[in-house]
Every structure is written in C-alpha cells, then in structure tokens.
C-alpha cells in the first residue's frame, strides 16, 4: 500500500495577491509563448526553476542558483512543522462548475507492480530533463498526480471537516480555477487520511516522468532517496475530470481519401468542422469513435463498424484493445491512413487543433473521446502502458504551490 508521510513544506513567503504571479502550471503543459508571460510577469515565477529557458548545462546551474538564493534571501522558506497540505480546485468543465480535493505529501516512490501503478510510458528526454532539475535543487516542486479508492468515504467526510476552517491560501489561476489549501498538522486527521490512501492501491494519472525521475533518484542515493511529492485524490469523486487529447498530423490524406480508406471499418458521416465532429465522437456509444478535420474541407465523424475489431491482433491486450487512441496508433494512423509516427503531434484543447489545422502547420486533426478513468484503472491493474497522451486531467496542479525538499 502506498507509503504517506506529512513533511514540512518549503513555499513562497507572499501574500495570496501575489500568488498567482508566482505559481506556474507543470512544465509540460507550459507552451513557449506562455514560459515568455510567465517570465515577463514576475522575475520571482516558479518558470524559472520547473521549465528553464537557458538552454544546456548553463540552465541547469542557472536553476540550481536560482533556487538557493530564493532560499538564502527567504522568499522561499519551510513550514515549521510536518503537514498534509489539502488541495480544493473549483474549476468549470463541460457546462458544469466542479471540485476538486486532494491532498498533497510525502510518499514512497515503488517500481511498477508494486502499491502505485503507472499506465503510461515514458520518454528518455523529458526523464533525463526533470533528473536534472532534480539534480540541482535537491527539490520537488511539481506533484505527481495520484488516485485511490476511497472505500467507505473515509478520505471526502475527513477533507470536509478541514474545510470548515479558513483556507491557509488562496488564488485563482490564469484558467480560472480557483484554488483554496489547507495546512494539516492534526494527528487524528493527518492519520485518518494517510489511512484512507493507504488502504488500497494508487494510481497514477498524471506524472509519469517525475515518477520515473524519483526512482533513478533512489537508486543512486539508497532508500531514502525514493521519497517524493505526490498529490491523492479519489478515483470516485465527481471533480475528476480527464478531457480528450487531440492529434494533429503534418501529413495525412485529405478527406475524399480518407472516407474511402476508412469505409469497410468505420461508419463514416460528413460534419460542418471540428468542432461538430468532436462533439459527435464524444456522443457515440460505438466502441470506437474519432473525428477527422481539415482546413476548409469540413470533418469526418468515424464510428466503429463490427469489423474494426479484426484490425488488432488477437494477442493485444483486453485493456489496451477498449481504447481509442490505442486502435488509432496501432491501426488507423499506419495502416488505413498512412499517417508516419513523425508526423503525428499532440494538443490538449479543440481549440489548438483547430488553430493548427487553421494555420496550415497542420495538414489535419484527429479528435479523439478522453479516456474514462475505469479504462486508466483496469491498463494499469494490466501492467501495461497506454500510448503516449492518452489521457489529460483537468485541472493541472500548481508547480510551487508546496515544495518537497529530499531526504537523500
């Protein structure tokens, strides 16, 4: 079962007016035009730690400085004692107005198979990136993004009981989430909650590269170096929300050559543009569905015909099989569309893929449903990996909001 310990935190010593000029989102979600803002807003932004800009060995140093002198001059400073730090996201999705609780703390990173469970691979470079932060600030500053089971309800009637007290922190987000945290130095409490997360398996969601980075971490520093950041949530609760992750392609058929390609597997209709064509894959109860969209020549909704199934081999693993970015990159992409893995690239909002397709850098988008959370559960019960962004949780979780120091 996971291991969870309350630490004390290193954070920002400003008031909550000012947190939002400090905080960033996780690296990977930082986009070169928005790591500028994030500069040119406040020299003190977390940006310059989780997702430097000066490029080679002289960013990594630059980081390390960074962060030491933020601490020598104390804009960086721990709390006192060990805590939990409880997290409440309030945030819209899909016409709705939702929450989010977690809580944020120390645990015990574990090779695959153990009591936390990936479902997803990862890349070499971003492995080696994040080692390097790592390396040089001795210091976590992103969470790893986890979910458990809360049987009984023990975790949600403990986290409501601490929200009755006023918030330690508060600020909203440049995407309008309105985020409150709570410091918990309780024992009755902070043992409640590490026994509501310690009573199962944990999942990971989000932060498959940090993880990896903890368990290199570990085994160059010994046992104590496997202590790491994670932020737990329940699977169950209503605030988890995983929104689709697009593709767009450099190459590709156009829409005529695509009908034609896709017919004998797929039940294929005509849209007015992403837009219509995302909403009706998002609608289908087809085992498979995705949408297709070019610049000025409409969309294409595909939904999956009986035969479909044949396109993957009868040794494809039952978890992996159920889903529709897995059928679209072993099948769809190489085999029907032609598509080259070098030319497939990925966003997280249909607005992205409409401006992609829109500009010309791309040559068309496909739409894909997101991933339901029972699906991440039973891939990563499997030991297997989804395709690479399979899945994006909404909302991110704040870089620097609490920082974790290592032990090792």
Known sequence: MPEVRPFAAIRYRVSDSELARVLAPPYDVIPPDYQRALYERDPRNVVRLVLNRTEGDAGYEEVGETYRRWRSEGLLAPDAEPALYLLEQSFEAEGRRLKRTGVMARFRAEDPGGSV???????????????????????????????????????????????????????????????????????????????????????????????????????????????????????????????????VLSEGPGPEQARRALRAHFRVREMEGATSAAREAARSSSPYAFGLAWRGHGALVAEALPEAQRLLPDTAPPSLRALDAYLLHQAVLPELLRVPASAVGYVHSLAEAE??????????????????????????????????????????????????????
């Not at 601490?162 to 918990?184: E, N």
């Not at 026994?195 to 971490?217: F, M, N, P, Q, V």
């Not at 395709?387 to 870089?399: D, G, N």
């Open 355 to 408: 401006e992609a397709i829109g500009s010309g850098r791309s040559a068309l988008a496909a739409l894909l449903r997101p991933t339901p959370v029972r699906q991440v559960v039973e891939v990563a019960e499997a030991g297997q990996s989804m395709p690479a962004k399979s899945t994006f949780f909404h909302p991110k979780l704040p870089s620097g909001l609490v920082i974790h120091p290592l032990l090792a």
């Open 117 to 247: 469970l990936p479902h997803e691979q990862t890349r070499p470079a971003a492995r080696e990136d994040r080692y390097r932060v790592l390396e040089a600030t001795r210091a976590n500053f992103s969470p790893i993004f986890l979910m458990f089971p809360d049987a009984g309800g023990r975790f949600a009637r403990a986290a409501d009981a601490v929200r009755a007290d006023p918030p330690l922190a508060a600020y909203t987000d440049d995407g309008g989430v309105a985020q409150r945290m709570w410091r918990i130095t309780e024992a009755a409490t902070v043992a409640e909650m590490r026994d509501a997360i310690g009573s199962e398996r944990a999942y990971i969601a989000d932060g498959h590269h940090r993880h990896a980075t903890a368990l290199r971490y570990r085994d160059e520093f010994g046992p104590e170096g496997a202590w790491t950041l994670g932020y737990f949530t329940p699977l169950d609760a209503p605030g988890l929300v995983v929104l689709p992750y697009h593709r």
